[in-house]
Each structure stands twice: as structure tokens, then as C-alpha cells.
């Protein structure tokens, strides 16, 4: 699939908008407004990432503003990250007519048996058990066999450039692995409601994300539009960790 990127975003049409509408709500966007107000991290930007936010904003029918989706970047040589919140894969799959529910949880061993057992929800013994993986299944009516994903946390577990874990995958193991689970599993179940999407427990996220909504900016000068070039869509994340949507 190619993507439609806007070509050579500059200081002079860094105000060009575009709209689009995201559950019923006009939503406006240009690379200033998604640099002064929808960057998460530390990082310096680029252009091409900017716009591809943007554009997955538009087409999947994004509100960053609610926070349905982030862009987060650290330092200059990092790609950024682009995910979208949990409420978002849950909430687009209720309002989907073929959706028939889910079931999720964790994969845990016994320290001292070495008995393998799959366990819903997130609770677990932690003197007793380890967590080592994630399952989600989701049923699709008329199709007799739900979609099952596991997935370990040796693939996923977020880590430090030390090797340890970060502080969310550290505090939170069988929490994270689960969301892994579901996310992939609403994805492969409904591949076109999840296109591109990616949650932050799959892209190694080591931040508190704030949740609370912000104002869309009103004092917005619109300039004319751009011609469109195109860019080959980069792959999806493959093997241990996804690093994130990589533009060059």
C-alpha cells in the first residue's frame, strides 16, 4: 500500500491544514500544530514524520487532541513513535457489526512445579509464578473459531539501553503482555479498523502518557494546498521490539 504524503513541508506551509472528522468531530491539523502541541518526548521531529502522523490521523480517523492517538519522539537519532490508546482498539471494535466480544490473560509457569497454565485477566503470584506470556482470543460472529494470539514477553518486554526492564514493563508485566495480546488479536481479526495502529505496550513506551484532553488551537492561518508525492509505506514492526514508524 503507498501512502500519500504532502511533499516538502517547510517554515513557509508549516500552517496547512487539513481536515478531516474523527467520530463526528471536525478535526484540524498542520505540521505547526502538531509540533507546538502533539509532540510527546524530547526529540527534534522530522518533517516526514510529522506529515505521516498526520496522515494516519486522517485516515484512520484519529483525534489527537482527545488523545486517541501520540507522537513521541527522544533525541535525533530515534524514530518516533506513533500509538494509539487502548480505548481507541476497544471502542472501534464495539461499533464494528461483526465483533462478538474477547477474552484475554496472561501465561504463567509455576517456579517450583514448572506447570504451564493459561489464566485470564492479569493476576498472578508473584513469589510463586512467573508471567512469561500474553493470549487474547476475539470471536467474530458467524465464524465459528475466535482469533487466538499468544505472545511472549521475552519479545515485547520493554527494556532500557542497559537491558533491564523499564519502569512500565517492570511494575506492570502481566498488565502490558495482556494488552499485547489483544491489540494484535483486534488487528488481525479486523485488519482494516487497524491498519497501522499500534498500541503503546507493542512499541516499548517508557512514559506516562498523559491522557487529559487539550483545546484545538483557533488562531490558525490556512495557506493553499501542496501537491501530494508519494512514499512507499514502511514495513510493519517486525521481530522483538517495534521501534516505532521509521520514514526514511
Given amino acids: 500500500m503507498l501512502i500519500m504524503l504532502q511533499n ?15 467520530n463526528g468531530e471536525k478535526v484540524k491539523l498542520s505540521p505547526a500544530i502538531v509540533r507546538n502541541y502533539l509532540v510527546n518526548g524530547n526529540g527534534q521531529i522530522t518533517d516526514q514524520e510529522v506529515v505521516y502522523f498526520i496522515n494516519l ?4 480517523g484519529l483525534n489527537p487532541f482527545i488523545k486517541d492517538c501520540y507522537l513521541i519522539k527522544y533525541g535525533s537519532t530515534t524514530p518516533a513513535q506513533m500509538v494509539v490508546s487502548k480505548d481507541v482498539f476497544l471502542k472501534r471494535a464495539e461499533r464494528n457489526s461483526e465483533f462478538d466480544g474477547l477474552d484475554a490473560g496472561i501465561i504463567v509457569i509455576n517456579n517450583e512445579s514448572g506447570e504451564l497454565t493459561y489464566r485470564k485477566g492479569a493476576f498472578y503470584l508473584k513469589d510463586r509464578e512467573e508471567v512469561v506470556g500474553g ?3 476475539v470471536f467474530r460472529k458467524n465464524i465459528s ?6 505472545v511472549p514477553v521475552e519479545e515485547y518486554a520493554g527494556r532500557t539501553k542497559d537491558g533491564k526492564l523499564n519502569s512500565q514493563w517492570s511494575t506492570k508485566m502481566a498488565t502490558m503482555i495482556r494488552k499485547v495480546a489483544i491489540t494484535q488479536a ?4 479486523f485488519p482494516n479498523d487497524f491498519q497501522q495502529m499500534y498500541s503503546e505496550e507493542e512499541m516499548n513506551v517508557d512514559m ?3 491522557e487529559t ?9 490556512e495557506q493553499a494546498p501542496v501537491q501530494p508525492q508519494t512514499y512507499s509505506q514502511p514495513e510493519e514492526p517486525q521481530g522483538l521490539q517495534p521501534e516505532g514508524v521509521s520514514l526514511v
Fill in 135 to 137: 493470549w487474547a482470543d
Fill in 57 to 60: 490521523c486522517k485516515s484512520q
Fill in 208 to 210: 506516562k502518557l498523559d
Fill in 186 to 189: 483486534l488487528r488481525e481479526t
Fill in 213 to 221: 484532553p487539550i483545546q484545538q488551537p483557533t488562531n490558525i492561518v
Fill in 145 to 150: 473459531h475466535p482469533t487466538h494470539i499468544e
Fill in 8 to 22: 516538502n513541508i517547510s517554515k513557509k506551509n508549516d500552517n496547512q491544514l487539513v481536515e478531516f472528522s474523527a
